[in-house]
């Protein structure tokens, strides 16, 4: 199975804040990366496929990048509905895995 | 579209889990789209159960290889999952979801809490 590794587990940060999110994979994934948002009692939302394109409704503040096995997710302007955990994802292998999740606190 | 999931709330262990995702707003046999299953537990957080194609074609995590089928029922536009011999660790959010582009899971259901207990 691939390994998906994310950092940090959990950061806190203020509205405004440029926010960084890393994922690194076992092997690569080439970009068959995901990322999605997962907000308390709901389930996950797809942000961003194929480690850059955005999935549709996502706001531009969101964005993707990698390739291989290293990939970052940023939100380069922190709003206060952004405040969850976040999720990468490979859908490069069977069986499909999931990082550990990152949450972004107050 | 639109998926929602039913299933049993609360299980004895050794009991066959028995879920159902019901599509609405398009035909689950459709277009090229894969079907999955994943759960979400505290202990092991997300877990891809499995996947299927609308001709019966499935994948499955070798975790669960042994327990798990995936079928799926065009007529009444919803798929299944069934999974054998449960036990407390198989107590978890169970989700349906549509696998999209490239492979992301792009609508998902709002989930079902299985609890497995005596």
């Known amino acids: 199975d691939i390994q998906m590794t994310q950092s940090p587990s959990s950061l806190s940060a203020s509205v405004g804040d440029r926010v960084t999110i890393t994922c690194r994979a076992s092997q690569t994934v080439s970009t068959y990366l995901n990322w999605y948002q997962q907000k308390p009692g709901k389930a996950p939302n797809l942000l961003i496929y194929a480690a850059s394109t955005l999935a549709n409704g996502v706001p531009a503040r969101f964005s993707g990048s990698g390739s291989g096995t290293d990939f970052t997710l940023v939100i380069s302007s922190l709003q206060p509905e952004d405040f969850a955990v976040y999720y990468c994802h490979q859908s490069y292998n069977i069986p499909r895995t999931f990082g550990q999740g990152t949450k972004v606190e107050i | 579209v639109q998926l929602q999931e039913s299933g049993p709330g609360l299980m004895n262990p050794s009991q066959t889990l028995s879920l159902t995702c019901s599509v609405s707003?398009?035909?689950?046999?459709?277009?090229?789209?894969?079907w999955s299953w994943i759960r979400q537990s505290a202990g092991k957080g997300l877990e891809w159960i499995g996947r299927?194609?609308?001709?019966?074609?499935?994948d499955y995590n070798p975790s669960f290889k042994s327990r798990v089928t995936i079928s799926v029922d065009t007529s009444l536009n919803q798929f299944s999952l069934s999974l054998k011999s449960m036990t407390a660790a198989d107590t978890a959010m169970y989700y349906c979801a549509r696998v999209g582009r490239y492979g992301g899971f792009d609508v998902w259901g709002q989930g079902t809490m299985v609890t497995v207990s005596s």
């Open positions: 299927l194609y609308t001709n019966d074609l499935t």
């Open positions: 707003g398009g035909s689950i046999s459709s277009g090229s789209y894969y």
